[in-house]
C-alpha cells in the first residue's frame, strides 16, 4: 500500500543552526499532514499541521512546507536547540474518514 | 494541563499469558487509541474508539482486543502474549473538535519472552 516515508533515519544539526526535515508522501488523496515530535522516554507531542489547500504554515520557530507536486513535506526549525533533540515523525490523513498513518520518523541531534 | 496515563512504563510477560494494558485519560475525550511503535516502522494503529463501548480496528488488529467501558479508561488486550508483540505501546486521546491533534500517554513498553 501506499506509505509515508523519511529521507533521513538521522538528522545532526549545531545548536543555532537551521534544521530542515524532510518527509515523502505517496498517498495523493491525502489532504492533511502532522508533526509530531518525540523525546526519550516520551510519547509524540503535536508540533503543527497543515491541510492541502496551504503550501505553508508557521508556528513558533517552526514552519512547515507542503510540495503537492512533487508529494514533498518538511519541518524546519529555526535556531536549533538542544531541546530539539528528538524523534520527528510526519503523518497524512488520506481524506475525512481516513486514518492517520505515520512515517518511520527522523531522528534530529543537536550538537554543541 | 492534558494528561494521558498509562499503567506501567514496563512490562514483561511470558508466552501465552494474557495481558492488559491500561489508559486513562483525564481530558473528556471522546475518541481513544491504541498504536504500536517499532523502530523503522513509526507508530501503527491496532485499534481506536470513538465513544464508550465503541471500537474499530485499525491497521495491525490481530492478536488483541480492547475494552471502553469508561470514558476515561481504554485498555487493550492481549489474549495470548507472543515474542512478536514485544513493542512499545502508545495511548492516545483525541476530542471530537480537535482535529487530528492526538495527546499521547509515555507508552508501555512490553517485552514477551
Known amino acids: 500500500g501506499e506509505s509515508v516515508g523519511l529521507h533521513l533515519p538521522t538528522l545532526s544539526v549545531q545548536e543555532g543552526d537551521n534544521s530542515i526535515i524532510n518527509c515523502a508522501y505517496s498517498?495523493?488523496?491525502?489532504?492533511?499532514f502532522i508533526w509530531y515530535k518525540q523525546e526519550s522516554g516520551k510519547g509524540p507531542q503535536f508540533i503543527i499541521d497543515?491541510?492541502?489547500?496551504?503550501d505553508k504554515r508557521q508556528g513558533q520557530r517552526v514552519t512547515v512546507l507542503l510540495n503537492k507536486t512533487v508529494k514533498h513535506l518538511s519541518l524546519q526549525i529555526a535556531a536549533t536547540q538542544p531541546g530539539d533533540s528528538a524523534v520527528y515523525f510526519c503523518?497524512?490523513?488520506?481524506?475525512?474518514?481516513?486514518?492517520?498513518?505515520f512515517g518511520a520518523g527522523t531522528q534530529v541531534v543537536v550538537t554543541p | 494541563d492534558v494528561k494521558v496515563t498509562q499503567s506501567s512504563r514496563y512490562l514483561v510477560k511470558r508466552t501465552g499469558e494474557k495481558v492488559f494494558l491500561e489508559c486513562v485519560q483525564d481530558?473528556?475525550?471522546?475518541?481513544m487509541f491504541w498504536y504500536r511503535q517499532d523502530p523503522g516502522l513509526g507508530l501503527r494503529l491496532i485499534y481506536f474508539?470513538?465513544?464508550?463501548?465503541?471500537?474499530e480496528k485499525g491497521d495491525i488488529p490481530e492478536g488483541y482486543s480492547v475494552s471502553r467501558e469508561k470514558k476515561e479508561r481504554f485498555s487493550l488486550i492481549l489474549e495470548s502474549a507472543s515474542t512478536n508483540q514485544t513493542s512499545m505501546y502508545l495511548c492516545?486521546?483525541?476530542?471530537?473538535?480537535?482535529?487530528?491533534?492526538?495527546?499521547f500517554g509515555s507508552g508501555t513498553q512490553l517485552s514477551v519472552l
Open positions: 503523518a497524512e490523513k488520506p481524506g475525512s474518514w481516513g486514518k492517520l498513518q
Open positions: 498517498n495523493s488523496a491525502s489532504d492533511y
Open positions: 497543515i491541510r492541502s489547500n496551504m
Open positions: 481530558m473528556d475525550h471522546e475518541n
Open positions: 492516545a486521546s483525541r476530542s471530537l473538535g480537535g482535529g487530528e491533534k492526538l495527546f
Open positions: 474508539s470513538y465513544d464508550v463501548k465503541m471500537k
